[in-house]
């Protein structure tokens, strides 16, 4: 049962020879999705081996060009190999209107049909759901208006005790709903389905947090995530500009990681005047040991 993160690109606004544009692809038990695209993003997706035209889901947290350019390219490859399925968009609202002019100017059309969910940058808001897992979105606090994502299993159903279902002479019907969490009588007797179950598979969970300044008003929304990727684009001796450009620092991802009980912390988005990223790490370590510094390329398997 995958729940693996890609990274496509580690870079800030300026590309590097070794740093894309952010984006990012995961892959939760066969369900594909991309989170910001960069450009050079569909480059990225194959050089990764990331299931290409497999994703159904986009994400954009923001219109500044080094988190969605790459995206018209992307769409038009698709349409071009022949891609007739859905693909839908949590994006802000302008993105369609961009996305317009350019199939307006272009003389294209794709040939498959864009569903376009626009964010809401005021408040939380779920914006996927199916049978196994649930997306939200979250307001952060950058120079436009801005939103992260949070990827989360739901709860799994429990297993149920074999030997439960010979002793009480359970049915089909009971296992389903005591599996769900649900009591149910047996032959007039309540059976409790913590008693006959026990616990499955925990849930995983994933928390992008974009482009942001530092700011406290993200915890609440990744509180115990399992994986935060948190952006810092600068190590702590550029904080003031950090803080005028709304971008954070090394040691700010840190204590977000830390305030929120993360269990480990991705760094990314790192300004190009840094050759080396070792100092981002050793920065962000003094405050939160689980720290990785991203790289283009870097892949980690959230395990069960
Ligand atoms: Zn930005």
Redo the contacts with the bound molecule.
Sequence with gaps: MKFELTILGCGG?IPTLDKNPTSQYLNIQDRHFLIDCGEGSQIQLRKYKCKFSKIDHIFI??L?G??FLGLFGYLSTLSLLGRTSIMNIYAPKDLIVLIDAHNEISGKKYNFELNFKSLDFKKPVKIFEDNILEIFSFPVS???P?CGFLFKEKLSQRNIIKEKIKDLSLGIGDIKKLKNRENCIVNGETIQYEDVTVLGNKSRSYAYC??TKYDEKIIPFVKDVDVIYHESTFLEELKSKASKT??STAIQAAKIAFSANAKMLIIG?FSARYDSVEKFTEEASTIFDNTIAAYDGFKYQIKI
Excluded: E, I, N, Y
């Design positions: 606004a947290s923001h500044h080094d988190h950058h120079s436009v801005c974009a482009d709304k971008h988005h």
